[in-house]
């Protein structure tokens, strides 16, 4: 089979899933304090109104600069952020607004995988008390299995067995991000959050936890929200991609469609500020002008429309909503 | 590359020959550049890529008489900078060539600018360092510095803090003060890896310009095969301390010789290509402290390895024209290689 079939089988046979996440209109605003009363300024509008879907077994990707509200999205679904609005509905269940007892039940299914391999580990706790945790935390466990499960685990991931008497200080960056994943795996999660889980590596380890992540979706069922800004990353992990900028999502289309043919301007623009490393492809390059605005302060209209090549009078006025305007393809642009 | 050809008949700008660099640990010193020698000509823009760890920093603080003191040094080999041995300049000597016929920019704009002097006065205090001229003079070079590298209202930023501009922002202002005295050699010690990618498109396409209309060398220290694709002429290829491979851009990409080079490549994901699964390099990069001392440095994550490797350390080896590198296979004096090459041990 070659990839072009096994993409294709891939993509048909995910259209029949169930919808896992879907998360609705979703705000995430951080008020903006000073003043002797921590009076509250405003607001920073780290995520304006999202709306998307993942179904079960798939990956969705989201790519933005930063400080475009990838991660804040992310930390929102697992609830280690407010939202300030809008619903996240897991499984069929508003997660929203539950706490407590019944958040934490929640969570159970949904893990994440961080970014800094070097500070999201514990460096007092030996590596199988760090995977045992979230065990621990849900389950009554007997130690000699608890033991070899998660001697398992670490096989699974790449790692030897004695890792689990050693400490995070011992392994490279990439061992790190595999104790990570398997942390995150412990709990044989549904849904896994990776936020930028391989922007701390060098090349050659970066591919193997790539590898090692695509090989645990097939192998346990896995769905993954993949956060990144490195969008090469992105098209290879994700079946489809989201496009953000400046906390709204301005492109959603299938892992193909967004490469071959990017509708937004931003989009654009960004596939094609990516120096390939092929001396062959000399490309035409849209560069462009000026920096993001600040979220706090963002732009009326088109969130884009202060660098946007092809902007009109109508963009400062009206925020264009996201619209599917091919099979599969969302964008929001008055263009289309 | 036809202008290069041709500009490489004169006298090379920069010549490194034998480097070594080592740092003290424990009392020892361990090499972390060991034996590196390379030209840069004339206006060129040459490329070092390579992993971390692999050296490419610690050769260019060499370059610059940057290393920590006390703790780096420079243990061997020549720096020639426009015919002069530099490696053994002084100190007050040193500061006479920095900033002015060499400079160089950081990675990290955030920390390299003094948050507590204002963008004018940083600039104006290189101007004023190396050439006889009023404040008042330096400060409108500034302003037109500024404006060179696409800053607007430069006449107000001057007068403003770092803390105040953008990352791309910075790296703007970086890259006016390392230029400010026209330098003919400029390192960039990975200039766009803090910043975003189409901030990156606009640093590039500064560099590039200011590279042509300043008729400066560069070089790029990077781990983006991307970026070296995008702007340099030739590409130097580092691992544990060592060039394993050196060639032109084109000649690079088209036709890695290099095992090292050639997983690098693959293990990238692309935009033009759909791959199921990325090459790996399997193990980790020996640790300084315990490098083999004969033999290949890559041997023991090579997938062509040979028994040899381990105990002929290869030489830079030309394997076609302005293509060197160092790997058994390729190499003439060990002409077993060429016949495993034949059999295939070549990598999948």
């Not at chain 1, 993954?224 to 800004?229: N, R, V």
């Not at chain 1, 001396?279 to 202060?306: A, M, Y």
């Not at chain 2, 922002?169 to 200039?191: F, N, S, T, Y």
Request: hydrophobic share 40%; net charge neutral.
């Amino acid at each position: 089979m070659t990839t072009r079939d096994f993409v294709q089988e891939r993509i048909d046979s995910l259209e029949e899933r169930e919808v896992l996440l879907d998360v609705q209109n979703l705000k995430t605003y951080y008020p903006v304090t000073g003043g002797f009363f921590k009076r509250v300024l405003g607001h920073v509008k780290a995520v304006d109104d999202i709306s998307f879907t993942i179904r079960r077994g798939e990956t969705l990707g989201l790519v933005g600069e930063s400080g475009c509200g990838k991660s804040t999205t992310g930390r929102t679904i697992l609830r280690l952020a407010k939202p300030t609005d809008g619903k996240i509905l897991f499984n069929g269940k508003d997660i929203t607004k539950v706490s407590g007892k019944k958040l934490q039940q929640a969570r159970r299914d949904f893990q994440m995988v961080f970014q800094d391999p070097y500070a999201s580990l514990n460096p007092m706790q030996m590596v199988g008390d760090i995977i045992a945790e979230p065990i621990l935390n849900y389950e009554k466990r007997n130690k000699k299995e608890l033991e070899k499960e998660i001697k398992a685990l670490l096989t699974r991931v790449g790692l030897p067995e004695e890792a689990y008497y050693k400490y995070a200080h011992e392994f490279s960056g990439g061992q790190r991000q595999r104790i990570g994943i398997a942390r995150a795996l412990a709990l044989n999660p549904k849904l896994i959050i990776a936020d930028e889980p391989v922007s701390a590596l060098d090349v050659s380890v970066q591919s193997q936890v790539l590898n090692l992540l695509k090989e645990l979706q097939e192998e346990f069922d896995l769905t993954y929200l993949f956060i990144a800004h490195d969008l090469s990353v992105v098209k290879h992990m994700s079946d489809r991609i989201g496009v953000m900028y400046l906390g709204n999502l301005v492109e959603v289309a299938s892992n193909k469609d967004l490469y071959r043919e990017p509708l937004h301007p931003y989009t654009q623009a960004l596939i094609s500020a990516i120096p390939e490393p092929n001396t062959e492809i000399r490309k035409e390059r849209i560069v462009l002008q000026g920096d993001v605005p600040s979220p706090q302060n963002p732009p009326t209209g088109c969130p884009f429309h202060t660098r946007c090549p092809m902007a009109m009078e109508v963009c400062s006025q009206k925020k264009p909503p996201l619209k599917e305007v091919r099979p599969g393809h969302h964008v929001a642009c008055v263009l289309y | 590359m036809s202008a290069n050809n041709f500009t490489a008949k004169k006298a090379p700008i920069l010549q490194v020959k034998n480097l070594q660099t080592g740092f003290k640990i424990d009392g020892d010193y361990y090499n972390a550049v060991e034996g590196v020698s390379f030209d840069v000509d004339r206006k060129q823009i040459v490329g070092v890529v390579g992993e971390s760890g692999c050296g490419k920093s610690v050769m260019s603080l060499s370059i610059m008489q940057l290393l920590p003191q006390g703790i780096g040094k420079i243990r061997g080999g020549e720096i020639t900078f426009e015919g002069e041995n530099i490696s053994e300049f002084s100190d007050k000597k040193m500061n006479q060539i920095r900033g002015k016929d060499i400079s160089m920019i950081f990675q990290e704009p955030m920390t390299s600018l003094n948050p507590v002097f204002t963008i004018g006065y940083q600039i104006e205090e290189v101007i004023l360092n190396h050439e006889k001229i009023s404040k008042k003079e330096a400060r409108l070079r500034s302003v037109a510095l500024l404006k060179s590298v696409g800053i607007p209202r430069a006449e107000k930023i001057v007068e403003e803090y770092p803390h105040q501009l953008s990352g791309g922002m910075r790296q703007r202002v970086m890259i006016a003060m390392a230029i400010a005295c026209q330098p003919k050699l400029l390192i960039a010690d990975e200039p766009t890896t803090a910043l975003d990618v189409t901030v990156q498109a606009q640093i590039l396409e500064l560099l590039k310009g200011i590279q042509e209309s300043n008729d400066m060398a560069i070089i790029l220290i990077t781990h983006d095969l991307g970026v070296v694709a995008e702007i340099c002429d030739e590409v130097i290829v580092m691992y544990a301390g060592k060039i394993v491979e050196r060639a032109s851009v084109d000649e690079l990409f088209n036709n890695p010789k290099h095992p090292y080079t050639d997983l690098l490549m693959k293990a990238i994901p692309k935009m033009t290509e759909d791959v199921e699964k990325l090459a790996t390099i399997e193990g980790l990069v020996p640790s300084v402290i315990n490098m083999p001392q004969v033999g290949c440095r890559f041997a023991n994550r090579c997938p062509a390895a040979m028994p040899e490797c381990l105990t002929v350390t290869p030489m830079l080896n030309d394997v076609a024209s302005n293509h060197q590198t160092a790997c058994l296979l390729y190499d003439s004096s060990w002409p077993e290689g060429e016949t495993r090459q034949r059999e295939g041990a070549t990598i999948q």
